[in-house]
């Protein structure tokens, strides 16, 4: 479970305060996928960087009991002076996975070749995203986090991806941004909209939809 407590989020803006999340409190069960939905600039990829620990809230806190990644094809965490392949293994004992299975299963999927032995400072955002949703998918995680990215590459390198993200799904829980309305159906089950600061729990996936496109008329 990932539990929001009294959580608030803003940032300070030349035209005064945007507030992103205002002493929020709502639940994320696990054994259910959600759907995060909302308008350009409502907060979403704010709100899934704080679950994932990348960003902090100005106050209150997120408590967590499963194991959460990174969001998918999330690159800029990286160290660019550090090699591709530097940078695997320090995320696989960060997370006290074997280092040596995970390095061959990044080698094998991300098909960077030569590159996985450069600093990613010389790699294409392309390069950058393959290798870390090869990394994402490398580590199992109980919930995976998705703002927009579920594949990258080429159309036979996004089929790859949509088989290991597919496998993974069958024992993992997924939080999801996207502006595909189908992906979000497809994959969730639950929705929670956001909207002027707070989060709104819908049980069906359908009904966070709908106030989703009443939002937008």
Known sequence: MIRFNNVSKFFKTQAGKKVILDRVNCEFQTGYSYGLLGVNGAGKSTTIRMIAGTMLPNSGRIAKDVRVSWPL????????LMTGRANVHFVARAYGEDVRRVSRFVEEFAELGDYLDAPVRTYSSGMGARLAFGLSMAIEFECYLVDEVLAVGDARFQERCRIAFESRRKTSDIIMVSHSMSMISTHCDKGMLLVDGRLIVFDKV?????AYYRLNR
Do not use: D, R
């Not at 359908?206 to 709908?210: N, R, T, V």
């Open 206 to 210: 359908e009904q966070a939809i709908e």
């Open 73 to 80: 094809g999330l690159s800029s965490g990286f160290n660019p």
